[in-house]
């Protein structure tokens, strides 16, 4: 079965901190996509990242970057000097190629104050 | 990038009104649409995976009589909630994807509400 844990509900920064969002998946399939999407106060949810089982190279764009580490499971996500817009719930997705189905994590709901 | 557009985005009607939704992808073919359905502050939950022109396959527990999903066109799919209640006020949220293992992109959503 397809799994995925975001395990921190909320999380509450101030303006300029680094704060990093955990996702921690589970899979038995040996070719898979994991995703971030961004849903702000307005509702939409903006799509992230995409990165494929068989890429664990770290991204990065612009104040963003993703951790991929297949041997923990784990693909977190880093927000570096947070902004007041950077506020919202994030989720972690899980979609495996063979199929059209994606799995959400629960979403972490990141306050940055000013 | 990719656009889907959702219509409408807010519905306020009484007991007992169907209600359409509209999900259009603007400039690509989705071949799979999906239809999800979110509490406030909860996470995504899928009611139903649409194909175009084929039956929708509905998530266990989701009554397929109750939420009807036509996927009639590769660039739009529709959910119509029929005789709504109170209890069936949400956030409705479609996604279209090209591919499996392709993002999805998401419509703005529809917030009903049912008095």
């Known amino acids: 079965a397809q799994k995925v844990t975001q395990a921190q509900t909320e999380i509450s920064v101030v303006e300029k901190e680094d704060v990093t969002l955990d996702c921690v998946y589970e899979?038995?399939?040996?070719?898979?996509?994991l995703f971030w999407y961004k849903q702000p106060p307005s509702g939409e949810l903006v799509f992230l990242i995409r990165r494929n089982s068989f890429d664990e190279q770290n991204e990065i764009s612009g104040r963003y970057s993703w951790n991929f580490q297949k041997s923990t499971s784990s693909f977190n996500f880093t927000i570096t000097a947070s902004q007041v817009v950077d506020s919202a719930v994030y989720f972690c997705?899980?979609?495996?190629?063979?199929?059209?189905?994606?799995?959400f994590g629960a979403g972490t709901r990141l306050f940055v104050k000013a | 990038g990719a656009v889907v557009s959702q219509h409408p985005s807010r519905v306020i009607c009484k007991s007992g009104t169907s209600v359409k939704i509209e999900c259009r992808s603007l400039d690509f073919q989705a071949t799979t649409m999906f239809w999800y359905r979110q509490f406030p502050k909860k996470s995504l939950m899928l009611m139903a995976t649409?194909?175009?022109?084929?039956?929708?396959?509905?998530e266990q527990g989701v009554e397929k009589d109750k939420f009807l999903i036509n996927h009639a066109s590769l660039t739009l799919s529709t959910l119509t909630v029929t005789s709504a209640h109170p209890e069936d006020s949400s956030f409705y949220i479609c996604?279209?994807?090209?591919?499996?293992?392709?993002?999805?992109?998401f419509g703005d959503g529809t917030r009903l509400s049912i008095l």
């Open positions: 996604s279209a994807t090209s591919a499996g293992g392709q993002p999805q992109h």
């Open positions: 899979t038995r399939d040996t070719t898979y996509y």
């Open positions: 997705a899980l979609s495996n190629t063979g199929g059209f189905k994606t799995i």
């Open positions: 649409s194909n175009e022109g084929s039956k929708a396959t509905y």
